[in-house]
T-cell receptor
Framework: GAVVSQHPSWVICKSGTSVKIECRSLDFQATTMFWYRQFPKQSLMLMATSNEGSKATYEQGVEKDKFLINHASLTLSTLTVTSAHPEDSSFYIC???????????FGPGTRLLVL | GQQLNQSPQSMFIQEGEDVSMNCTSSSIFNTWLWYKQDPGEGPVLLIALYKAGELTSNGRLTAQFGITRKDSFLNISASIPSDVGIYFCAGTGGGNKLTFGTGTQLKVEL
């Protein structure tokens, strides 16, 4: 149980284009989903908290107009990197929490490379 | 903000040896979680701890939630090559946001 998927697993795009990443909880409903970014050899950095049916809460320093988050259902959250630039290249990982639990289950991550 | 200090930063051990790593916090945590991350993949939950003093095992892994609620340790007994990876502690101090430790990279020598 508690499986989270992400799609795509990797993406290469040109500078200036937008990229959408999907995060799905496959066998549970997730009221809350989280989006993280991870640079090589570093820990995970929380970007935003996504609550179903409401606006996402962004961490300090994360541009909400740059990283658009939509949590339209209890099993799906999307992160759109708008007008991507090379510095946006990173490993993006989502997680989901079942119900009221504080435990988070992570997706396999999406590797983004912006040329 | 909350900070988690994780040590050691890296370990290089012989197969069959026991491993111990720990996390300390500058403030009280309500939940401690231990994850393992393989290269290019997302973290996988190993053990979740919800109560001070709790000692929980998962196969060869054992983790404890410190009595002070400011620390936690993870032990791996009889390490094997597939234990290689980066281990992260994480905790919540109220609310549902996780604070992650800096990670412990484990390398196992055959």
């Amino acid at each position: 149980g508690a499986v989270v998927s992400q799609h795509p697993s990797w993406v290469i795009c040109k500078s200036g284009t937008s990229v959408k990443i999907e995060c799905r909880s496959l066998d549970f409903q997730a009221t809350t989903m989280f989006w993280y970014r991870q640079f090589p050899k570093q820990s995970l950095m929380l970007m935003a908290t996504s609550n179903e049916g409401s606006k996402a809460t962004y961490e300090q320093g994360v541009e909400k107009d740059k990283f658009l988050i939509n949590h339209a259902s209890l099993t799906l959250s999307t992160l759109t990197v708008t007008s991507a630039h090379p510095e946006d290249s990173s490993f993006y990982i989502c997680s989901a929490s079942p119900g009221s639990q504080e435990t988070q289950y992570f997706g396999p991550g999406t590797r983004l490379l912006v040329l | 903000g909350q900070q988690l200090n994780q040590s050691p930063q890296s370990m290089f051990i012989q197969e069959g040896e026991d491993v111990s790593m720990n996390c300390t916090s500058s403030s009280i945590f309500n939940t401690w979680l231990w994850y393992k991350q393989d290269p290019g993949e997302g973290p996988v939950l190993l053990i979740a701890l919800y109560k001070a003093g709790e000692l929980t095992s998962n196969g060869r892994l054992t983790a404890q939630f410190g009595i002070t609620r400011k620390d936690s340790f993870l032990n791996i007994s009889a390490s094997i090559p597939s234990d290689v990876g980066i281990y992260f502690c994480a905790g919540t101090g109220g609310g549902n946001k996780l604070t992650f430790g800096t990670g412990t990279q484990l390398k196992v020598e055959l």
